[in-house]
């Protein structure tokens, strides 16, 4: 593998993303780079739409590279990849017709013999694969595949970059997972405190608390740190 | 040494990759960070809008140790790169220069045995900083430090965000709640104790390991161990 061109390339694609751009444009220079880049002779991304998946970019378009990305549709290396969300790497023939006999016949049939299949992540989950395909049946080294989930990484980023949150909402979002967190353990420490509960216990407390009044558990430990301002546990408080 | 954006950017990705699912993400970032960095240790410090500062990953003892003498003096390099956005160094063991910035937070520090370079990188989005990744290096910054600062503070926060949890879920990595989470529990026995608002319950703890010389983590556990209660507590002068 190529490795300060593929690093070039995936510079570019975060380069790319900063400035406004077209994600198609962003993609096909993406999967064209890893054509190159990483010795393969097709390389395709596919997303998931409603639970299948759906082709968005691919190197070439010649019908045999077409082919390779849209009989995808129940079974392949990216549909095993997407669901499993893990990379999914199958070389040679018999390998590749013992585990997708329908596909691996086109994927044969359209002249390639190697496969390594990347899921594209985001939040714990997966949005669709990036799809190399080799003629030649020869194994992706380690390397190749650390790489290929960073194209594949990268992809994501391009993909949900237009669409993504603002740079406010982000700022809000990070604002109130930190706030969250702080309150769940200061009211830990109030429940702690008020109830002789070790942490764990005062942790359960809360989330029953939470539970029995309906409320989101970062809401419901405001509330809880809320009421032991209102009233601390210490009566004999000495005059203020 | 020429340090391109696409060869970090690959180190990044290389580092990141091969630490996938061993740990949480704010400490796989911390992780990558110390790599890309040649440091011996990193920590990464969110903020809330508020300005709360929350210690969320730290590579080792001595990294969370001298963010809780930036917690207790209120200055040092992690506050200053907060409020500047761009990278801001502390030469830590020198002896008493009285040019250097932050004598309070210098003096607390040498105690810890570590002498070197504490340098505190912007985590930024857009022109938005989000919390600071603080390294330390006995040699002092390597040359390519900005470059390769500027580029993490990006690279760094763009992968962050990229969990909407910001690989703090509790339930996904019960280790990855660092041991800050003591402080605000402490904090919350001290709100119950004494029903002051959670700001000041965290300024008593910090005014009493400053004068008990210890740090805001040890008072922290002595409060949840029921070895302080600041019931009766009064602070002289009242």
Redesign the interface.
Known sequence: MD??G???A???A??SMTDHHDVSGGLAALVRSCVVTMHVDSAGILVGASGELEPVSSASHGSAELDLLHAQVAEGPCVDAFRTDTAVEVVGRENLLARWPTYASTMIGSGFEAVLASPLR???RSIGALGLFRRADVSFSAEDI??A??FA?MAT?LILSTEGPS?EA??????S???D??AI??????????HGLT?AAAYDRLVSGAVDHHAPLATWAVQV?RD???????LD??PA | MDV????L??QL??TL??LRDTTSLPLRLCQAARTLLDAEGTAMT????DG?R?VVAATDDLASALEDVQDLTGEGPSFAALDSGVLEVAHLGRGSDADEPWPLMRARSSRLGFMGALLAIPLK??D?V?GVLSARRSDGPTSTVEQVGSFLGTALT?AL??????G?DPL?HPSS?PAQ?EI???????????????EDAMSLLRGHAFAQDTTLADVAGQV?AQQISF??F?VEGD
């Open positions: 490795v300060s593929a690093a070039h995936l510079a570019r975060s380069a985001w939040q714990h650390v790489f989930q960073a990484d980023l740079t982000l700022a809000e979002r990070l604002d997972v930190l706030s967190r702080i353990e200061q009211a830990k420490g109030v429940l702690a405190e008020r942490m740190v032991a301002l209102r009233s601390p546990d210490e408080l000495p | 391109s954006h696409e060869h950017l690959a990705a290389v990759v091969n969110l903020s809330t809008l709360i929350l989005l857009d938005q989000m763009a965000l990229q969990d909407a949890e910001l703090l996904a709640w989470a605000h529990q402490a904090t919350g026995m001290v709100v119950a104790q004494v029903g002051v608002l959670p949840i019931r009766h009064t």
